[in-house]
């Protein structure tokens, strides 16, 4: 199963994501939890990512699309990806085809998460308090959504063209998030 977890930062990805790891037995692959590792723990690309990630900005397709690439055969080995926060450009989607094509497989489902904006405004607030993340200041929030608008809306058409889009509604607790994205999976 190659699932892509989508939607605007603060939709709940990262959160439904790690609950599927739990339930499923799938593999996160979360490219802003490995740029942040990389960061933590000083690494050349840590560096090199820091300033674009504190000011809410994309890194290069080519960066994450390595780190993508590394981690294939062990997804593959879990029986599952779930692609959280890549692909964020039409361009990363079409390098995830060709990797996984060329590893006889593809995305077979893109689950949308859909949150409206005042409530992701909301949710970074928190997340802001609780895990203090750089990036979740009222400016690089802004920022990221703007990205997220101009960059990463546009694969919303990319993968309904091939039939694999199912909106979810995101809003609400967390378990009843879980149990619609249950829901549409089992499908
Ligand atoms: P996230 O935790 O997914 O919100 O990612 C945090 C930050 O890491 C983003 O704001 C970007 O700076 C960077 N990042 C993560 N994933 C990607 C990606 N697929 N393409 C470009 N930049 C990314």
Redesign the pocket.
Known sequence: MNLVLFGP?GAGK?TQAKRLVAERGWMQL????M??EARKAGTELGNK?AA??DR????S?AI?IALIEERLPQAEAAGGAIF??????VA?AEALDALLEGRGAKIDAVVRLVVDQNELVERMARRAEEEGRA?DTVEAFKT?LDNYNAQTAPLIPYYAEQGKVTDVDGMGGIEDVAARIAAALDD
């Open positions: 930062p990262g979360s490219t802003g939890d740029l942040r990512v674009i990630m809410g900005d994309l890194v397709d994450v959280d926060g890549f692909p964020r450009t990363q990036d990221r």
